[in-house]
């Protein structure tokens, strides 16, 4: 756990990779009780306009809270995660699916509630690999002792 | 959608029971091995009474009721196939716990048209079985391309 005093505004989180495979979202469907079909039948996710079956947008978000909850240690810390939706994350059927990348930097700091805001961003790679934002605008609120 | 229905309040009937099952399973699902969410021992050296819930959780509480979620009253009208989230937060007065009796409040805040589409948004309460509040999730989607046809001035 990160002691707030040693907590500095500006420092940058390492970047972490996290897989997306249909398993993943076969999984996900389950445990969180969404079975919208465009998260695992292809035929339906082409017929609305999507290029594949795409992730959950809840599924990108719980990576991304799993990457505030890793830099937190305790995840009983984390007081506020909120995120806008940009692009979804096509994943494609094959056993390697997508990724999506979590970055962060540390915002600001509250000395009286012993806060401290993260802004984040996740991405995936696009077609041509580039990057592409799938969660903006991405905010963490942790209190440290 | 139907803007009338900004306002309107739908509180299940049924309260939420949070498990140690449904969190494991729920942690497992976004590969998070994280000991809080898997091991009560570990839970409670934290200083927990029972394994915690990740952050994202609360989604599933809110999935459970599904005859009380906007998105699927027919009074509401709203086309599932259009539509796609837009933002979501959670702000948390403490970590869902296992052994929580949560109840869910879920409000209609907002209907708007965004360009032609049309914006909805909601606010869901968790209050646990002593009725002090655990979080609050606000969310909104977007139905695209559902907007009324505006009628231009003049003609």
């Known amino acids: 756990v990160p002691a707030y005093d040693e907590v500095e505004v500006g420092t940058e989180l ?3 990779t996290y897989p997306v495979r249909r398993a993943d979202l076969v999984r996900y469907a389950g445990a969180s ?3 919208n079909v465009i998260h695992w039948n292809e035929r339906t996710a082409r017929a609305v306009g999507l290029p594949d079956v795409i992730a959950h947008g809840m599924f990108t978000m719980a990576e991304l809270g799993r990457f505030v909850t890793d830099w937190a240690g305790d995840p009983g810390r984390v007081v506020s995660l909120g995120t806008r939706f940009s692009r979804p994350v096509p994943v494609p059927d094959d056993d390697t699916g997508a990724t999506v990348t979590v970055s962060g930097k540390v915002e600001r700091k509250d000395d009286d509630r012993r806060t401290v805001v993260l802004a984040l961003l996740a991405t995936t790679p696009g077609e ?3 990057p592409v ?5 991405a ?7 | 959608m139907n803007k009338s229905t900004v306002g309107k309040v739908y509180r299940p009937a049924q309260t939420y029971q949070v498990g140690r099952e449904g969190i494991g399973d729920f942690a497992r699902a976004i590969g998070d091995a994280n000991p809080l969410y898997l091991d009560p021992a570990a839970a409670r050296a934290a200083g927990y009474a029972d394994v915690i819930a990740p952050p994202t959780f609360l989604t599933a509480v809110g999935n459970r009721f599904e005859a009380d979620n906007p998105m699927f009253d027919p009074e509401v009208e709203v086309d599932f196939s259009r539509i796609v989230h837009s933002e979501q937060r959670f702000e948390l007065a403490r970590p869902v716990t296992a052994g929580d009796e949560l109840s869910v409040t ?3 805040t907002q209907i708007k048209d965004v360009s032609v589409h049309e914006l909805l948004a909601w606010e869901t309460t968790f209050h646990d079985q002593e009725g002090a509040l ?8 977007i139905s695209r391309e559902t907007a009324a046809p505006k009628t231009e001035r003049g003609v």
């Open chain 2, 106 to 108: 879920v409000t209609i």
């Open chain 1, 33 to 35: 009780g969404d079975f």
């Open chain 1, 139 to 145: 905010k963490a609120t942790v209190r440290l002792a």
């Open chain 1, 133 to 137: 934002k799938v969660l903006s605008g």
């Open chain 2, 134 to 141: 655990v979080a609050t999730a606000f969310g909104s989607v």
């Open chain 1, 14 to 16: 390492a970047a972490t």
């Open chain 1, 128 to 130: 041509d690999g580039q």
